[in-house]
């Protein structure tokens, strides 16, 4: 079975324990057995409006999370490897958001030059945004007494991945990669 329906439903149960009215559990998920290729991923119905949510309501929902939520371990990473489609996210545990947000970005280069081909002129600023943004922008956040506590996120957020539920109006969120 391919890794990213199994990873999408531990995401789904990770934020259900923080926002159990506005995620989609699974019923069932699994491989087709006549196509064992293909998987499926199984939830309750819901009648979905088309609408985008309003931004105080998307803000709330992902604020509960964020201020509600803990890491397990202290650290930033998952327990598993999330997919952001078909893109894995590396969650192995580190110490810093720094860190972390580099480690995965470099990641992001790496798979989409696999895919594309490297590109020199690319790998020059690439290399420059390594070296002096990334530090400069996220180190000051961890570093002279300052931190910030690991909290899980959902990992792909945008408009497509949130919706409304016309039945109860709550917001649910789905297609989630937490770390």
Request: glycine share 6%.
């Amino acid at each position: 079975m391919p890794k990213w329906p199994w990873a999408n439903m531990r995401s789904r149960k990770a934020l259900q324990q923080y926002l159990p009215n506005n995620v989609c559990i699974p019923l069932a998920h699994g491989t087709y057995d006549s196509d064992p290729g293909t998987s499926f991923f199984l939830t309750p119905f819901r009648y979905m409006t088309d609408k985008i949510p309003e931004p105080a309501q998307f803000v709330e929902i992902f604020e509960k999370l964020h201020r509600s939520s803990v890491s397990p371990t202290g650290k930033y990473g998952f327990h598993v490897t999330t997919f952001n489609g078909w893109v894995p996210l590396v969650n192995d545990w580190c110490d810093t958001w720094e860190e972390f947000f580099a480690r995965q970005f470099r990641s992001d280069i790496l798979w989409e030059q696999g895919i594309r081909g490297p590109d020199p002129d690319f790998d020059r600023v690439a290399d420059e945004f390594f070296q002096k943004v990334i530090p400069r922008l996220l180190r000051p956040l961890e570093t002279g007494g300052r931190s910030i506590k690991p909290v899980l996120l959902h990992g792909d957020v945008y408009e497509g991945n949130v919706k409304i539920d016309e039945e109860t109006q709550q917001l649910i969120i789905y297609d989630s990669c937490c770390c």
